[in-house]
Protein backbone atom coordinates (compact mmCIF):
# COMPACT_ATOMS: atom_id res chain seq x y z
CA UNK A 1 0.00 0.00 0.00
CA UNK A 2 0.93 3.56 -0.87
CA UNK A 3 1.67 6.13 2.31
CA UNK A 4 1.97 10.41 2.16
CA UNK A 5 3.73 11.69 4.20
CA UNK A 6 5.72 15.13 4.10
CA UNK A 7 8.38 16.15 7.03
CA UNK A 8 7.51 19.49 7.01
CA UNK A 9 4.59 17.49 9.41
CA UNK A 10 6.86 17.36 11.75
CA UNK A 11 7.47 21.23 12.95
CA UNK A 12 4.18 21.95 14.53
CA UNK A 13 5.43 21.18 18.07
CA UNK A 14 2.84 22.55 20.48
CA UNK A 15 4.03 22.79 23.93
CA UNK A 16 0.75 23.90 25.94
CA UNK A 17 -1.75 21.65 27.06
CA UNK A 18 -4.44 21.49 29.84
CA UNK A 19 -6.31 18.15 30.90
CA UNK A 20 -8.62 18.75 33.58
CA UNK A 21 -7.47 21.91 34.38
CA UNK A 22 -3.80 20.73 34.93
CA UNK A 23 -0.94 21.77 32.58
CA UNK A 24 0.67 18.74 31.10
CA UNK A 25 3.17 18.54 28.12
CA UNK A 26 0.82 18.60 25.18
CA UNK A 27 0.94 14.50 24.39
CA UNK A 28 0.67 15.34 20.31
CA UNK A 29 4.22 14.94 19.74
CA UNK A 30 6.55 15.37 16.91
CA UNK A 31 7.86 11.92 17.86
CA UNK A 32 4.41 9.94 16.60
CA UNK A 33 5.77 10.89 13.66
CA UNK A 34 8.98 8.53 13.67
CA UNK A 35 6.23 5.20 15.52
CA UNK A 36 3.86 5.82 12.63
CA UNK A 37 6.70 5.96 9.78
CA UNK A 38 8.04 3.01 11.43
CA UNK A 39 4.97 1.21 12.09
CA UNK A 40 3.76 2.01 7.93
CA UNK A 41 6.69 0.62 6.71
CA UNK A 42 7.49 -2.91 8.62
CA UNK A 43 3.49 -3.30 7.04
CA UNK A 44 5.08 -2.84 3.71
CA UNK A 45 4.21 0.65 3.01
CA UNK A 46 6.08 2.72 0.73
CA UNK A 47 6.54 6.01 2.09
CA UNK A 48 6.14 9.08 -0.44
CA UNK A 49 6.24 12.86 -0.16
CA UNK A 50 2.58 14.68 -1.32
CA UNK A 51 2.53 17.45 -3.96
CA UNK A 52 1.42 20.98 -2.73
CA UNK A 53 -2.03 20.73 -3.56
CA UNK A 54 -2.70 24.55 -3.12
CA UNK A 55 -5.70 26.03 -1.04
CA UNK A 56 -7.98 24.22 -3.38
CA UNK A 57 -8.92 21.15 -1.35
CA UNK A 58 -8.41 22.98 1.78
CA UNK A 59 -11.28 25.90 1.14
CA UNK A 60 -13.41 22.94 -0.08
CA UNK A 61 -14.12 22.29 3.29
CA UNK A 62 -13.32 25.10 5.56
CA UNK A 63 -14.07 28.80 5.65
CA UNK A 64 -12.07 31.21 3.81
CA UNK A 65 -12.42 33.43 7.47
CA UNK A 66 -10.98 30.46 9.34
CA UNK A 67 -8.19 29.83 7.05
CA UNK A 68 -6.73 33.16 6.92
CA UNK A 69 -6.97 33.13 10.59
CA UNK A 70 -4.74 30.04 10.75
CA UNK A 71 -2.24 31.16 8.26
CA UNK A 72 -1.75 34.47 10.22
CA UNK A 73 -2.85 34.69 13.47
CA UNK A 74 1.07 33.79 14.97
CA UNK A 75 2.23 37.30 13.74
CA UNK A 76 -0.53 38.89 15.06
CA UNK A 77 -0.36 37.45 18.47
CA UNK A 78 3.37 37.83 18.47
CA UNK A 79 2.90 41.74 18.06
CA UNK A 80 0.54 41.91 21.23
CA UNK A 81 2.70 42.80 24.12
CA UNK A 82 3.14 40.17 27.09
CA UNK A 83 1.74 37.41 24.84
CA UNK A 84 2.16 34.04 25.10
CA UNK A 85 4.66 32.14 23.07
CA UNK A 86 2.08 30.41 21.50
CA UNK A 87 -1.42 31.21 20.40
CA UNK A 88 -3.99 29.90 23.21
CA UNK A 89 -7.42 31.34 23.60
CA UNK A 90 -8.73 33.07 27.00
CA UNK A 91 -11.90 33.82 25.87
CA UNK A 92 -15.00 32.07 23.88
CA UNK A 93 -18.24 33.20 23.09
CA UNK A 94 -21.42 31.33 24.24
CA UNK A 95 -23.02 31.77 20.72
CA UNK A 96 -21.31 32.51 17.62
CA UNK A 97 -24.06 34.38 16.03
CA UNK A 98 -22.73 37.71 17.42
CA UNK A 99 -20.22 39.78 15.37
CA UNK A 100 -16.97 37.93 14.47
CA UNK A 101 -14.32 39.64 16.67
CA UNK A 102 -11.37 42.09 15.09
CA UNK A 103 -9.04 41.50 17.59
CA UNK A 104 -6.45 38.92 17.64
CA UNK A 105 -7.59 37.14 21.20
CA UNK A 106 -11.34 37.57 19.89
CA UNK A 107 -10.48 35.67 16.83
CA UNK A 108 -8.61 33.20 18.66
CA UNK A 109 -11.19 32.35 21.15
CA UNK A 110 -13.64 32.48 17.99
CA UNK A 111 -11.79 29.57 16.41
CA UNK A 112 -10.21 27.57 18.70
CA UNK A 113 -12.52 24.99 20.86
CA UNK A 114 -9.98 24.44 23.70
CA UNK A 115 -6.33 24.89 24.77
CA UNK A 116 -5.45 21.54 23.27
CA UNK A 117 -4.69 22.84 20.30
CA UNK A 118 -2.03 26.22 20.07
CA UNK A 119 -0.60 27.74 17.19
CA UNK A 120 3.09 28.12 16.76
CA UNK A 121 4.83 29.63 13.86
CA UNK A 122 5.09 26.10 12.07
CA UNK A 123 1.28 25.47 12.41
CA UNK A 124 0.14 26.38 9.70
CA UNK A 125 2.64 24.89 7.34
CA UNK A 126 2.48 21.57 9.15
CA UNK A 127 -1.59 20.98 8.87
CA UNK A 128 -1.05 22.26 5.04
CA UNK A 129 0.96 19.80 4.35
CA UNK A 130 -1.05 16.64 6.53
CA UNK A 131 -3.92 17.76 4.30
CA UNK A 132 -2.11 17.49 1.34
CA UNK A 133 -0.95 14.24 2.37
CA UNK A 134 -5.17 12.99 2.61
CA UNK A 135 -5.29 14.67 -0.79
CA UNK A 136 -2.44 12.36 -2.25
CA UNK A 137 -3.93 9.54 -0.91
CA UNK A 138 -7.46 10.32 -2.27
CA UNK A 139 -5.78 10.85 -5.46
CA UNK A 140 -4.07 7.78 -5.45
CA UNK A 141 -7.55 5.47 -4.88
CA UNK A 142 -9.58 7.61 -7.34
CA UNK A 143 -6.41 6.50 -9.88
CA UNK A 144 -7.35 3.16 -8.96
CA UNK A 145 -5.31 1.87 -6.14
CA UNK A 146 -7.80 -0.14 -3.71
CA UNK A 147 -6.51 1.36 -1.00
CA UNK A 148 -3.66 4.55 0.51
CA UNK A 149 -2.64 5.51 3.93
CA UNK A 150 -1.88 9.12 5.08
CA UNK A 151 0.05 9.73 7.71
CA UNK A 152 -1.57 13.02 8.72
CA UNK A 153 -0.10 14.88 11.41
CA UNK A 154 -1.39 16.96 13.24
CA UNK A 155 -4.67 14.91 13.05
CA UNK A 156 -7.61 16.33 11.84
CA UNK A 157 -11.35 15.00 13.12
CA UNK A 158 -11.82 17.34 15.55
CA UNK A 159 -11.38 20.23 13.44
CA UNK A 160 -14.94 22.08 12.47
CA UNK A 161 -15.24 24.09 9.31
CA UNK A 162 -13.89 26.75 10.99
CA UNK A 163 -13.15 25.82 14.71
CA UNK A 164 -9.99 24.29 15.75
CA UNK A 165 -9.43 22.05 18.53
CA UNK A 166 -7.90 18.54 20.43
CA UNK A 167 -4.46 18.90 18.36
CA UNK A 168 -6.66 19.80 15.35
CA UNK A 169 -6.24 22.31 12.87
CA UNK A 170 -7.33 20.89 9.51
CA UNK A 171 -9.42 18.39 9.00
CA UNK A 172 -7.69 15.83 6.73
CA UNK A 173 -10.58 13.27 7.03
CA UNK A 174 -13.09 15.59 5.37
CA UNK A 175 -10.74 16.75 3.12
CA UNK A 176 -9.49 13.38 1.68
CA UNK A 177 -13.77 12.45 1.21
CA UNK A 178 -14.63 15.81 0.02
CA UNK A 179 -11.44 14.84 -2.57
CA UNK A 180 -13.17 12.01 -3.29
CA UNK A 181 -16.89 13.21 -3.91
CA UNK A 182 -14.62 14.69 -7.59
CA UNK A 183 -15.62 10.91 -8.31
CA UNK A 184 -17.72 9.52 -6.11
CA UNK A 185 -21.61 10.21 -5.56
CA UNK A 186 -21.30 8.76 -1.65
CA UNK A 187 -18.42 8.63 0.60
CA UNK A 188 -18.83 7.39 3.80
CA UNK A 189 -16.06 8.27 6.56
CA UNK A 190 -15.89 5.80 9.35
CA UNK A 191 -14.24 7.20 12.37
CA UNK A 192 -12.57 4.56 14.94
CA UNK A 193 -10.50 6.83 17.02
CA UNK A 194 -10.88 7.00 20.76
CA UNK A 195 -12.56 9.84 20.87
CA UNK A 196 -15.68 11.23 18.66
CA UNK A 197 -15.07 13.10 15.45
CA UNK A 198 -16.81 16.12 16.38
CA UNK A 199 -15.27 18.36 13.58
CA UNK A 200 -16.30 15.65 10.96
CA UNK A 201 -19.20 15.42 12.01
CA UNK A 202 -19.93 18.72 12.14
CA UNK A 203 -18.71 19.39 8.40
CA UNK A 204 -21.33 16.62 6.81
CA UNK A 205 -23.71 17.21 9.46
CA UNK A 206 -26.76 18.81 6.97
CA UNK A 207 -25.50 16.60 4.12
CA UNK A 208 -26.79 13.50 2.64
CA UNK A 209 -24.18 12.76 0.39
CA UNK A 210 -21.10 12.02 3.22
CA UNK A 211 -21.84 9.55 5.38
CA UNK A 212 -20.82 9.92 8.81
CA UNK A 213 -20.03 6.92 11.53
CA UNK A 214 -17.78 7.30 14.46
CA UNK A 215 -16.83 4.90 17.17
CA UNK A 216 -15.89 5.98 20.33
CA UNK A 217 -15.58 5.78 23.85
CA UNK A 218 -18.83 7.63 25.67
CA UNK A 219 -18.81 11.41 25.79
CA UNK A 220 -21.07 11.94 29.00
CA UNK A 221 -17.44 12.45 30.91
CA UNK A 222 -14.79 12.34 28.10
CA UNK A 223 -14.01 14.89 24.88
CA UNK A 224 -15.53 16.22 23.54
CA UNK A 225 -18.14 15.50 25.56
CA UNK A 226 -20.75 18.14 23.76
CA UNK A 227 -20.68 15.98 20.75
CA UNK A 228 -20.90 12.18 20.03
CA UNK A 229 -24.30 10.98 21.74
CA UNK A 230 -26.34 8.61 20.01
CA UNK A 231 -29.18 10.96 19.25
CA UNK A 232 -27.07 13.16 17.01
CA UNK A 233 -28.44 11.99 13.17
CA UNK A 234 -27.77 14.80 11.75
CA UNK A 235 -30.00 17.63 10.32
CA UNK A 236 -31.97 19.46 7.34
CA UNK A 237 -31.52 16.61 4.17
CA UNK A 238 -28.41 15.25 6.50
CA UNK A 239 -31.01 14.07 8.59
CA UNK A 240 -30.51 10.26 9.19
CA UNK A 241 -26.12 10.60 7.84
CA UNK A 242 -24.75 10.34 10.83
CA UNK A 243 -24.23 7.93 13.46
CA UNK A 244 -22.79 7.77 16.78
CA UNK A 245 -21.67 4.78 18.35
CA UNK A 246 -20.32 5.51 22.04
CA UNK A 247 -19.20 2.26 23.83
CA UNK A 248 -18.74 2.41 27.48
CA UNK A 249 -15.11 3.35 29.37
CA UNK A 250 -12.80 0.53 28.79
CA UNK A 251 -14.36 -1.48 26.29
CA UNK A 252 -12.26 -3.69 24.45
CA UNK A 253 -11.97 -6.10 21.28
CA UNK A 254 -14.93 -8.14 21.49
CA UNK A 255 -17.11 -4.39 22.00
CA UNK A 256 -15.19 -2.36 19.58
CA UNK A 257 -16.16 -5.40 16.83
CA UNK A 258 -19.90 -5.41 17.84
CA UNK A 259 -20.41 -1.90 17.22
CA UNK A 260 -17.83 -2.23 13.86
CA UNK A 261 -20.71 -4.62 12.47
CA UNK A 262 -23.73 -1.65 13.42
CA UNK A 263 -21.50 0.77 11.10
CA UNK A 264 -20.91 -1.55 8.50
CA UNK A 265 -24.62 -2.45 7.86
CA UNK A 266 -25.83 1.44 8.18
CA UNK A 267 -22.42 1.77 5.69
CA UNK A 268 -23.99 -0.94 3.52
CA UNK A 269 -27.43 0.45 3.48
CA UNK A 270 -25.97 3.82 2.09
CA UNK A 271 -24.27 2.18 -0.41
CA UNK A 272 -20.69 4.93 -1.14
CA UNK A 273 -18.59 4.20 -3.58
CA UNK A 274 -15.55 5.16 -1.16
CA UNK A 275 -14.80 5.19 2.27
CA UNK A 276 -12.59 6.69 4.38
CA UNK A 277 -11.33 5.03 7.61
CA UNK A 278 -9.81 8.29 10.57
CA UNK A 279 -7.84 6.09 12.12
CA UNK A 280 -7.54 6.97 15.61
CA UNK A 281 -4.71 3.85 17.42
CA UNK A 282 -5.67 6.02 20.54
CA UNK A 283 -8.57 3.42 21.42
CA UNK A 284 -5.63 0.93 22.75
CA UNK A 285 -5.75 -0.06 26.12
CA UNK A 286 -1.93 1.34 26.48
CA UNK A 287 -2.74 4.27 25.10
CA UNK A 288 -2.30 7.35 27.76
CA UNK A 289 -5.58 8.58 27.64
CA UNK A 290 -7.03 5.63 28.63
CA UNK A 291 -10.29 5.34 27.28
CA UNK A 292 -10.82 1.72 25.65
CA UNK A 293 -8.86 -0.99 26.19
CA UNK A 294 -8.47 -2.56 22.62
CA UNK A 295 -5.61 -4.94 21.85
CA UNK A 296 -2.79 -4.87 19.07
CA UNK A 297 -4.41 -8.09 17.72
CA UNK A 298 -7.61 -6.24 17.96
CA UNK A 299 -6.88 -3.40 15.49
CA UNK A 300 -6.10 -6.56 13.36
CA UNK A 301 -9.52 -7.71 13.09
CA UNK A 302 -10.66 -4.46 13.17
CA UNK A 303 -8.40 -3.42 9.77
CA UNK A 304 -9.66 -6.86 8.53
CA UNK A 305 -13.03 -6.48 9.28
CA UNK A 306 -13.12 -3.03 7.40
CA UNK A 307 -11.60 -4.95 4.66
CA UNK A 308 -14.52 -6.81 4.10
CA UNK A 309 -16.44 -3.56 2.80
CA UNK A 310 -14.86 -4.28 -0.27
CA UNK A 311 -14.70 -0.49 -0.76
CA UNK A 312 -11.87 2.09 -2.44
CA UNK A 313 -10.11 3.28 0.93
CA UNK A 314 -8.46 6.11 2.09
CA UNK A 315 -6.85 5.49 5.26
CA UNK A 316 -6.18 8.68 7.53
CA UNK A 317 -3.97 9.06 10.85
CA UNK A 318 -6.04 10.87 13.42
CA UNK A 319 -4.96 9.99 17.19
CA UNK A 320 -2.99 7.72 19.31
CA UNK A 321 -0.21 8.91 21.11
CA UNK A 322 3.49 8.02 22.10
CA UNK A 323 3.79 3.96 24.19
CA UNK A 324 5.99 1.42 22.89
CA UNK A 325 3.21 -0.12 20.82
CA UNK A 326 1.93 3.16 18.84
CA UNK A 327 4.23 1.71 16.01
CA UNK A 328 2.91 -2.11 16.00
CA UNK A 329 -0.58 -1.01 16.46
CA UNK A 330 -0.23 0.77 12.75
CA UNK A 331 1.34 -2.47 11.46
CA UNK A 332 -1.47 -4.31 12.83
CA UNK A 333 -4.14 -2.16 11.41
CA UNK A 334 -2.66 -2.31 8.06
CA UNK A 335 -1.56 -5.63 7.66
CA UNK A 336 -4.98 -7.00 8.83
CA UNK A 337 -6.71 -4.01 6.51
CA UNK A 338 -4.64 -6.29 3.40
CA UNK A 339 -5.25 -9.42 4.39
CA UNK A 340 -9.08 -9.16 4.46
CA UNK A 341 -11.30 -10.03 2.59
CA UNK A 342 -14.27 -8.58 0.86
CA UNK A 343 -17.24 -10.33 1.91
ZN1 LIG B 1 -8.35 10.59 19.75
Redesign the pocket.
Known amino acids: MKAFYAEEQKRHDPKAFLSSGAQKPNPEKPERVERLLAGAEAAGCTIERPRDHGLGPVAAVHTPEYLDFLEHIFARWQRIEGASAEVIPNIHPIARGGSYPASAVGQAGYHMADTACPISGETWRSALWSAWSAVEAADAVMAGAPAAYALCRPPGHHAFADVAGGFCFINNSAVAAQTLRKQAARVAILDV ?3 HGNGTQGVFYARPDVLTVSLHADPVRFYPFFWGHADERGEGPGLGYNLNLPLARKSGDAAFLEALDMAFQRIRAFAPEALVVAL ?1 L ?1 AFEGDP ?1 GGLTVTTPGFSRIGEAIAGCGLPTVIVQ ?2 GYLCDELGDNLTAFLTGFSGGKKR
Open positions: DLHGDFEG
